[in-house]
């Protein structure tokens, strides 16, 4: 897969795709869905998508709290495992947004990637204040030249299949229903930073990932798949992560920490992904380090059992 972070001086080569366009935050069923159509829309086109970094949401809200299920580094790798052959990573600044929805379609659809067919989600809006829809977008497809295809929108169960359904499913600590919309386990990717070390002294050695920039799921204890991505621990695991903020020992930074079942080595800047598969207890603080130790047992014990059942 070939990331381009421009739609300007595009080479001949890595023009002409039949793309999705959005934010694919999460790469949920829905994203998913409108990725299978432009795969089909045109099978003599490369597959591609057109996404924009940072987030549009992020240009305009630098200071609002993290609300990314994925960073672009996880978006690009699912993408990656569904087959796309381009990303066209547009960096979202003022000049972009400030584009009126005609001059996105001319000048960054048509002129600037050369796309042969665009699909979008029903819902889509483009250009300036957002003031472009799916159905300006078929009449300037017309008028430039390039296939338009406007897919529904998917539902699971009661709810619309949505990154701010699923971040909702993760706020009520419900992994499982937000892997029902995703399609896949949710999950927390980065390299492992130092901690405290207060872990390895109470008998659970725990790898640290930053939380930064990420919609946090409900505080707590979770059952986790750990993939190990790089390094000579690479592979597969089970473990227990609690994600919080330590209420044992002070105010601490938010982040996530992972004890990985039958493990030993050094992880330290290897990059991890943890899957979220289940939500145990909330955050506790406890009356001396013996109690906290002794649900750290029973916490772990009742992972095995929930990850040896899926």
Known sequence: ????????FVAKKDRGASAAIGNFDGVHLGHQSVIEIARNADTNAPMGIVTFEPHPREF???????????????????????????????????????????EFARDVIADGLGLSHVVVGADF????????????????????GFGVTVAPLLQSGENQ?????????????????AARMLGHWHRISGPVIGGDQRGRNLGYPTANMSLDGLHPPRFGVYAVLVDVLEGPHSGSYQGASSIGIRPMFGANKANIETY????????????LSIAL?????????????EALVAQIEKDCAECRAILTAL
Do not use: H, W
């Not at 990656?80 to 066209?88: A, N, P, R, S």
């Not at 598969?277 to 380090?289: A, G, M, N």
């Open 125 to 144: 809006c483009f250009g300036k204040s957002r003031s472009g829809t799916a159905a300006d977008l078929r009449i300037f497809g017309k008028e430039f």
């Open 260 to 271: 990985i079942f039958d493990f030993s080595g050094d992880l330290y800047g290897t990059p």
């Open 60 to 102: 305009f809200a630098p200071d609002a709290p993290p609300f990314r299920l994925t960073g672009a580094d996880t978006r690009a790798l699912r993408l990656e495992k569904l087959g796309v052959e381009f990303v066209y990573e547009l960096p979202f600044n003022a000049t972009l947004s400030s584009l009126t929805p005609r």
């Open 1 to 8: 897969m070939k990331i381009i972070r421009d739609y300007q």
């Open 161 to 177: 299949v949505s990154s701010t359904s699923i971040r909702a499913a993760l706020s009520n600590g419900n992994p499982r229903e």
């Open 277 to 289: 598969v289940d939500f145990l207890r909330p955050e506790e603080k406890y009356d001396s380090l």
